[in-house]
């Protein structure tokens, strides 16, 4: 899936490149505030993009004496990195610019432009929000689940991709930002009153303002170290149980090391009466069932402990 994300992201980044330049060339042939506000809006997603790429190169260095585990958290780090520059730049820019033209109004020109502008941009945020999106529905239909509404919220709720979902934040929110800024320049147009321009670039700091705030909460709960989804633990649980030697799971605790990698520690307590090769091949078999859910997870990753009154003779 890391391919599937870089795809995402370079389908991302070159078309808010693209978008953010002819966004900024219209702005200034405008004057329009809502116009600059998705220009900073478009260069801080360009941006943003870089960074993502960034974290994904680093989180798929190998492990080493210090970071034992690996970097996986790094694409984590950079994922709340991308939320606070969504916030600290698009939004405060855009907010910024609106009051600005509200204390100073001026009238817009040319509004023809924006219109072109804002079409093609719309265009561009389309074809790369359906990438994602079809990315993202192959991890429904990997896992052999039909994709319907409900899937794909669970999926969003429970994915630990920072970089599928980030991509998928910010063209939402732009595709959104462009609706906001169509109809405030629309209105200005029509009116000849510039107090909707500049309150649609009010409207759209404060719409970057909440996605950013969402992303931000997002990859915290991911640095701090959040589990597997209810789905796999419950699937594991019954897998771990179901093995003829096992007596209960004790206790199950797992932790994302990234995206695609997590470390999995369970206790058991096995049937009395078992000799030492009995409890090597029952945790043994404990091992391959919980890969059989978590494909990804790395065999050093794993550790199976067995309760130590009900085992050996």
Not at 4 to 13: E, F, H, N, P
Not at 99 to 115: C, G, M, Q, R, W
Not at 116 to 124: E, T
């Amino acid at each position: 899936m890391a391919g599937g994300s870089k795809k995402a992201v370079y389908a991302a980044l070159f078309g808010n490149l693209g978008i953010a330049i002819t966004k900024f060339v219209a702005a200034f042939f405008t004057g329009s505030p809502s116009m600059f506000a998705e220009a900073y809006h478009s260069a801080s997603d360009t941006f943003n993009q870089v960074l993502l790429l960034i974290g994904l190169r680093t989180s798929a260095r190998v492990a080493s004496d210090r970071h034992q585990f690996g970097y996986g958290k790094d694409m984590f780090f950079w994922s709340f990195i991308v939320a606070t520059m969504l916030f600290g730049v698009s939004g405060v820019l855009s907010l910024e610019h609106g009051v600005s033209s509200l204390v100073d109004p001026h009238a817009i020109e040319n509004a023809t432009i924006s219109y072109v502008v804002l079409a093609i941009a719309f265009a561009f945020e389309v074809n790369a929000l359906r990438i994602a999106y079809i990315l993202f529905k192959q991890t429904i239909e990997t896992r052999g689940e039909k994709v319907n509404m409900r899937t794909l919220v669970v999926e969003f709720k429970e994915s630990r991709d920072p970089i599928i979902i980030t991509v998928m934040v910010e063209d939402a929110a732009a595709l959104l930002g462009i609706v906001i800024a169509g109809i405030g320049i629309f209105l200005s147009d029509v009116t000849g009153n510039p107090f909707f321009d500049a309150a649609s670039s009010l409207a759209i700091g404060a719409l970057l303002m909440a996605f950013a705030f969402f992303l931000a909460r997002e990859n915290r709960g991911l640095l701090l170290g959040e589990s597997i989804s209810g789905d796999e633990s419950r699937r594991i649980r019954e897998l771990v149980k179901a093995v003829p030697e096992v007596r209960d799971l004790v206790q199950m605790r797992t932790m994302h090391l990234g995206t695609h990698d997590v470390i999995v520690s369970i206790e058991v307590s096995l049937v009395d009466g078992l000799d030492t090769g009995r409890v090597a091949a029952a945790t043994d078999e404990i091992e391959q069932r919980v890969r059989q859910v978590l494909p990804y997870a790395k065999q050093e990753h794993i550790f199976i402990e067995v309760e130590k009154h009900g085992s050996l003779p």
